[in-house]
């Protein structure tokens, strides 16, 4: 009989008390008011018209961006699997920790729609995917600082930020140029790689970003359709701000609080960002002088895990009609789709 290991539940419950320590703070400080969900639960069209919004302009560009990396990488994938995988893959998230971490769901379901493929390339695929966000991400922090130069340079903090994302701007571009130059001789990342342990599964998932940074129409539309998910997240946060009532922030300052405080969603303690995503947002909407960062982010949740929810639509059909495994296997890099059950 299999037991369930003793450091996996030892982690569980430090996540577990740092969510509820997170909760129990942030309601007694007044920072988080949870009447503010049955005053959206009375307004049906409110949130008919925002669940909406998240799946159409937030949620579906990033499948069709997902289909357009996995074909730039040879893999094969129509319109109608992108759209099942991702929307499936957000139904598993709402159990998972952080934003991030359903992923693993996704190169199940890919690599049963590409038999004989390796896990590999996928993995550069999916990091690329995640690179297109946080790519946005600072492209529009970067301009917020650029074009609200006095403001950044009136607190230390807010100095440091913006030094902080003019580094992560220049670091990107280094690397985006490091990818592009064509080596006629030897890859001095590859004969890098080589030194390394497990080193044909990097030198693949370092290949395939390559692969990938060459095919300029696949990257350009990848930055359109990043583009239009970060105005979906952008356009929701503002909705919720001013039902809120709270006072409309400066459309400068609310395109890089919501995109740097969005970033923390990433991180795997609970379920969609919960926890370290409402003090992150309550932190940076403070930051920025505002109020309720930690009230819009509770709201955008709850509309985001309706959404992720409904997928257990496609799920339950996929399931049925392609034989899904019920329980989904560890994989290594080099496994491939033969191997899988």
Known sequence: MRTFPFKKALWFLLKLAFLVGIFWYLLHSEMLHLE???????????????????????????????????????????????????????????????????????????????????????????????????????????????????????????????QAVVLLFVGLAVVWIL?????????????ILGKLPATGGLSSVYLTFRQLAKNRRAMAKSLLLSSVSSLGLLCSYGLLIEFIGLSQPHTGTLLWVISLADLSTAVPIGPSGLGVGHVTFEYFFQLAGLQGGADTFNLHTILRLIVCFFGAVPYLLYRRSAGLAGELPALSPTQTDSQLP
């Open 179 to 191: 990818l592009s130059i064509p080596f006629k001789k030897q890859d001095p990342v590859l004969w």
């Open 36 to 162: 503010l969900l049955l005053r959206l639960a009375q307004k049906p069209a409110a949130v008919l018209g925002q669940l909406v919004l998240l799946f159409g302009l937030l949620y579906f560009p990033v499948f069709l961006r997902l289909k357009v990396l996995l074909e730039a990488a040879d893999y094969r994938m129509s319109f109608g699997s992108a759209v099942w995988i991702g929307w499936i893959s957000l139904f598993f998230s709402t159990f998972l920790p952080g934003t991030v971490t359903a992923d693993a769901i996704k190169i199940y379901l890919v690599l049963r729609e590409n038999p004989g493929r390796s896990i590999a390339p996928m993995l550069a695929v999916m990091t690329v995917d995640h690179v297109f966000a946080l790519v946005i991400a600072i492209l529009i922090s970067a301009v917020a600082v650029a074009s609200n130069l006095d403001f950044f340079g009136q607190d230390p903090t807010l100095t440091l930020l913006a």
